[in-house]
């Protein structure tokens, strides 16, 4: 469905999509909206802990920072293959575009901290790299961390594909 465009995702198409009755949909959901934000805010949490713990796990193993980096954004090219449809979805919505949408206030709030996590990890990487967490050194481990592969995956998944796999 995401592969037609987000306006595709209508409270019909999903319920025909998953089997759910419309009315079970309007009953749990206050709108498409908030089905949407729920949906791409559950995605950007699975992605978040998938690169996270990438990063986690290289800090614990005792490795350099940049090796933290370098394992964060790789971490999201497995994400993409282990969760295509999540990840098509976090291409496909931005954040900005869900907080300006008409959703109750608790909702945006949740939009609004949703990367707090990932601040604290993008912080942590930058002051280890560059000796202090500036705003130019987290928009560094930003870029190299997500920015970087999201770009390089973000045409395959709104064309409804996966990228090409390694051999």
Do not use: C, K
Request: net charge positive.
């Amino acid at each position: 469905m995401l592969g037609e465009g987000v306006a595709a995702a209508t409270i019909g198409n999903i319920a025909r999509a998953s089997g759910a009755p419309p009315g079970s949909i309007y009953y749990r959901f206050d709108s498409r909206e908030a089905l949407l934000a729920e949906l791409w805010m559950r995605a950007v949490e699975r992605a978040q802990r998938h690169t996270i713990g990438a990063v986690e796990a290289v800090t614990e193993a005792g490795g350099e920072p940049s090796e933290a980096v370098v394992a964060g954004g790789l971490s999201i090219f497995d994400f993409v293959l282990s969760a295509p449809a999540d990840a098509q979805l976090l291409v496909s919505m931005r954040r900005t575009d869900l907080i300006r949408s008409p959703l109750p206030p608790p909702l945006v709030e949740r939009l609004r901290a949703l990367n707090r996590p990932v601040a604290r990890v993008v912080g942590r990487l930058a002051g280890q790299l560059f000796g202090q967490p500036s705003a130019a050194a987290r928009e560094l481990v930003t870029l190299a961390v997500f920015d970087l592969p999201y770009g390089a995956v973000r045409r395959h998944l709104l064309a409804g594909g996966a990228p090409p796999a390694a051999s």
